[in-house]
């Protein structure tokens, strides 16, 4: 079958040129423009990049007119009715879901290596007592390479998977850890005997004075089931821009930890991960729902910089598939966890109800997010309000190792380097201090 190809032409010169059309298993083929300015002289431009694929992968895929995620080709629905987060994450990593013995000796691996380092634990002692635990994890985490140089040739496949079964193993602590500190409680050691979710709370909550109370008090298998499907909904979205930033980081050779650091950072903007957090404080504002006309009308005008937080996205732009599964989920667990928090709902409920029944949502295709409800969750299950993006950072570290794995198994990779259009002034010389205006 003959090769597609695009014709690009540049009509002030005549010069044209065929680039080669590339084709994946499923979506938009793309155009392949590597050698574009050798043979026309002249770069594309798409910031945000809005239509432009920055590697081939093959973990995840996502259909955003017909909201359709698929992990490894698992569609998420089937995943977070039957899986749980350390399987999710199996499956991103090696590409197939694993056999028990393989699961089993993968949860032994990440049980072993959840503990830090005693001296690690010692740089959450440098932080004040209300740094904000995001600033913590990119410290924290950024600091972990200094522990691990032995591991750390990354063109050795055994230091790869060190490296990220660390990573994905260590989050969990160092989330917990942060958020004790910013409390004031002693750091609780990982447990072998829990499962992942059971021992992140585990690690949250308990403390040392009250062991006469039940840990079921603060292991809920309600609240475990939860939190596994929000880590399983939020493992993983493609070249998000915090997966990007890791991929790019990656592209230096720069090692895994630094990479992750650079990942959490682009994590904590409030048009990413802090969305989460920025629609509980949307919501505390908003306030009653005779508010919603108000703000609605302030999310419309172009003059007035607020948004309607946990609503839009870059891709899906008919439903999140993530938020319909969320959504269920955020009612069983107001029902079960807080009668605090209905009020705080409703006004979600209505606010969505509202937002989508307005002609500005609907012809922009604006759609609540996973994130709309997400924080709504976590509220509910007691995790501080400023926990909610280390929460995601807990979930997005499987994404993020798997695609620096995928990238750095690649037999070839080139620094990532996007080049840009110069709207400076020209060449012009010097002035000495003394002749300046
Ligand atoms: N409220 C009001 N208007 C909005 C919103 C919103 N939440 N989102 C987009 N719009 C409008 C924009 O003003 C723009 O209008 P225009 O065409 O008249 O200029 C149009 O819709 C398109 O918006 P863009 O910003 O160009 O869309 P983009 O794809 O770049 O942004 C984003 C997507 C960042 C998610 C955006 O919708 C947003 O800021 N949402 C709120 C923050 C949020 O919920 N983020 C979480 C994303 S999901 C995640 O990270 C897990």
Redesign the pocket.
């Known amino acids: 079958m003959e090769k597609d190809t695009v014709t690009i032409k540049v009509n002030s010169t005549g010069k044209q040129a065929d680039f080669p059309l590339l084709k994946g298993t499923h979506g938009n083929p793309a155009v392949e423009i590597s050698s574009l300015n050798k043979e026309l002289g002249i770069f594309t431009y798409d910031p945000?990049f809005?239509a432009t694929a920055s590697c081939k992968s093959s973990i995840t895929y996502i259909d955003g007119e017909n909201g359709i995620l698929l992990y490894r080709g698992y569609p998420i629905d089937q995943l977070a009715k039957n899986s749980s987060f350390l399987e999710v994450a199996y499956l991103l990593m090696n590409g197939d879901l694993p056999s028990r013995q393989e699961l089993g000796a993968f949860v032994n691996e990440i049980n072993q290596h959840a503990m830090l380092h005693e001296a690690l634990r010692g740089f959450f002692d440098g932080f004040h007592y209300d740094a904000h635990p995001m600033a913590m994890m990119v410290g924290v985490v950024g600091s972990l390479s200094a522990f691990y140089h032995s591991e750390l040739d990354m063109n050795d496949p055994e230091h790869r998977r060190i490296s990220a079964m660390r990573m994905l193993a260590k989050i969990p602590t160092i989330a917990a850890a942060s958020y004790r500190h910013s409390v004031g409680w002693p750091y609780v050691y990982p447990r072998q005997d829990l499962e992942y979710c059971e021992n992140f709370l585990n690690m949250m909550f308990s403390l040392p004075s009250q062991k006469y109370i039940d840990e079921a008090h603060y292991i809920d298998p309600a609240a475990v089931k939860a939190l596994n499907l929000l880590f399983i909904l939020?493992a993983d979205?493609e070249q998000?821009?915090s997966t990007s930033t890791v991929r790019l980081a990656s592209s230096t050779g720069a090692n895994p930890y630094a990479c992750i650091a650079a990942g959490i950072s682009a994590?904590w903007g409030?048009?990413?991960?802090?969305?989460?957090e920025?629609?509980l404080s949307m919501l505390d504002e908003i306030g009653s729902a005779d508010n919603i006309p108000k703000f609605i009308a302030k999310?419309?005008d172009?003059n007035d910089p607020?948004?309607?937080?946990?609503?839009?996205?870059?891709?899906y732009k008919n439903f999140?598939p993530?938020a319909t599964i969320i959504r269920e989920t955020c009612h069983e667990i107001l029902e079960k966890f807080s009668s605090d928090d209905e009020p705080l709902f409703e006004l979600a409920l209505a606010l969505e109800e509202y937002a989508l029944k307005d002609e500005?949502?609907i012809e922009?295709k604006?759609y609540p997010?996973?994130?709309?409800y997400s924080g709504i969750i976590y509220k509910a299950l007691k995790i501080p309000v400023d926990m909610f993006t280390v929460m995601?950072v807990i979930a997005r570290t499987a994404g993020w190792v798997s695609h620096w794995l995928e990238m750095m198994a690649e037999p070839t990779h080139r620094i990532g380097r996007p080049r840009q259009i110069y709207t400076g002034l020209s060449a012009r010389d010097y002035v000495e201090i003394a002749e300046r205006k």
Do not use: I, Q, S, T
């Open positions: 945000g809005m939020h979205h998000n821009a994590l409030p048009a990413h991960g802090g969305a989460n920025a629609v999310a419309k172009k607020f948004r309607l937080m946990g609503f839009g996205h870059r891709v999140d993530r500005y949502f922009k604006l997010n996973v994130d709309f995601f």
